[in-house]
């Protein structure tokens, strides 16, 4: 479903790339590195960076440029007009598929994770790929579940009424995906002994510590409960690069109950970084990495003298007007 049709006239064909569709964007890159002093990192001997990958777009922040760049090109590419992927009620993946296709005149359709929802008032997330242009379709857990497989893939897509649409998976995670993030690792190379970041499906963990480079590792946060996590890390790394690449691990203790859970004590802590550093903290990803990286610090976990990076991979998307 994604296979490019030959070249025509206007059409670039292999060797003939043509111009960049997401030139005029305007992304801010390299995303810019911060030092913020905290005594929480600082009385262990630990110097905490930002990595503010939430300033590369106001639309698509962080890895949802760095995932969806990749995809994007190759639907031009490929003569693409119409973009389908999917995601659950309080997506931020489809909130920027969305937010793409209108800066770009594309056509979007998002399969969403559960038909009830089609019986109730659309959430804000919803609402706001709804006002960008985005077709929903909901579909039953059952055959959501079966996206994986070409035949429930299909059928899917049949139902959807996007048989023909360049596919981006959930999530935006895969082989393109994960080479675009690696250029988020090659930009942070010599910078720091880790690079930290929140992890959902795995690809910006995958492409990241693949272009950092030797020296230095790379530690994932999961902000779901489960543990499928490596697994799925090292079949994005053998579809992106041919096999394992980079220096990671994964730290799963802080999930906080799983997607969506933002308890108490996390959202104090968030709200007491805001207050000393003067950065928004999203609760969902960013909340859960800073928190995990203040816990590791004070536990040890990371040897006096060395250098953090954490990567802000963005701030919560605006609701609708």
């Known amino acids: 479903m994604t296979t490019a049709p030959p070249a025509g006239p206007g059409r670039p064909g292999p060797g003939r790339p043509g111009p960049d569709p997401l030139a005029a964007l305007g992304a801010r890159l390299p995303s810019p590195v911060a030092e913020v002093h905290d005594d929480r990192f600082a009385r262990h001997g630990v110097r905490l960076l930002l990595k503010r990958d939430d300033l590369v777009h106001p639309e698509l922040p962080g890895n949802k440029w760095r995932k969806l760049g990749p995809n994007l090109r ?19 993946h489809l909130r ?3 937010a793409a296709g209108r800066l770009l005149g594309l056509s979007t359709v998002g399969i969403v994770r559960g038909d009830e929802l089609a019986a109730v008032p659309l959430n804000p997330s919803l609402a ?15 055959a959501y579940r079966r996206k994986a497989e070409p035949a429930g893939l299909a059928e899917l897509l049949r139902a959807a009424g996007a048989a023909d649409a360049y596919v981006v998976p959930e999530g935006g995670s895969n082989a393109l995906a994960v080479r675009g993030c690696a250029e988020l690792g090659r930009e942070l190379r010599g910078l720091a ?16 510590a ?7 590792r790379t530690l994932g ?20 690069f041919g ?47 800073l928190y995990a990286l203040s816990a590791c610090a004070a536990e040890g976990a990371f040897p006096s003298g060395t250098t953090i990076a954490a990567v802000i991979t963005g701030p919560p998307l605006a609701p609708t007007p």
């Not at 002994?193 to 990241?208: I, Y």
């Not at 693949?210 to 230095?216: E, I």
Request: a negative charge; proline letters at 4%; charged letters at 20%.
């Open 96 to 98: 920027a598929t969305a």
């Open 210 to 216: 693949a272009g950092l480079g030797p020296g230095a």
């Open 128 to 142: 706001r790929c709804a006002a960008d242009g985005m077709r929903l379709h909901f579909a039953a857990r059952s």
């Open 74 to 92: 190759a639907a031009a590419a490929a003569g693409r007009r119409e973009l389908v992927t999917f995601g659950g009620a309080y997506s931020n």
């Open 193 to 208: 002994d880790v690079v930290a970041l929140a992890c959902g499906t795995g690809g910006t963990l995958a492409g990241l």
């Open 243 to 289: 096999g394992p690449a980079g220096d990671w691990a994964l730290e799963e203790r802080f999930h906080f109950g799983g997607f969506a859970r933002v308890p108490d004590e996390l959202d104090a802590f968030a709200a007491d970084f805001e207050d000393r550093h003067g950065l928004p903290v999203e609760r969902l990803y960013v909340a859960k990495l």
């Open 221 to 240: 946060v999961p902000v779901l409960k489960g543990g499928f996590l490596a697994a799925e890390i090292r079949s994005l790394q053998q579809a992106a």
